[in-house]
């Protein structure tokens, strides 16, 4: 990760899990922790929500520092040793989390404000 920039307080951490259509029989999970070894470092867990077969969790406002991110998956269909998911997708993103007075992004997709929302007034939007 890289290191905090000037009116940068830290980041969100973004995983994505997704497994194709073809392995629907699966509750997906995605978890991020702090300590790979540590289940008690776990600072974000998502399961899927609904059809779209993805799972996405955000660890928010943490340090710079290494990050470890998981998936797994549980059978839905009750029958033991039934074949785990081999097919999926994960994917990461950090997102800059701003100090006061930075200029931001209203969608917060790009970054987001520390606290409160992105103020959209004028030209130029900042960080209340």
Known sequence: MPP???GQTG???LAHSRTPISQQ???LYVYIRSRCD???AEL????QLDQTYTANAVAKDVAPGDY????????????????????????????????????CDPA???????GD???AGGNAPACP
């Open 44 to 47: 974000a867990c998502m399961s």
């Open 25 to 27: 029989l699966y509750t």
């Open 38 to 40: 540590d289940p008690g």
């Open 4 to 6: 905090l920039t000037a």
């Open 68 to 103: 470890f991110i998981f998936h797994d998956a549980t059978s839905f269909s009750g029958s033991i040793g039934a074949p785990f998911p081999n097919t999926y997708e994960l994917s990461a993103d950090l997102r800059p989390v701003l100090a006061s007075g930075q200029p």
């Open 108 to 114: 917060g997709v790009a970054n987001r404000c520390h």
């Open 11 to 13: 980041y969100d951490v």
């Open 117 to 119: 929302a992105c103020a």
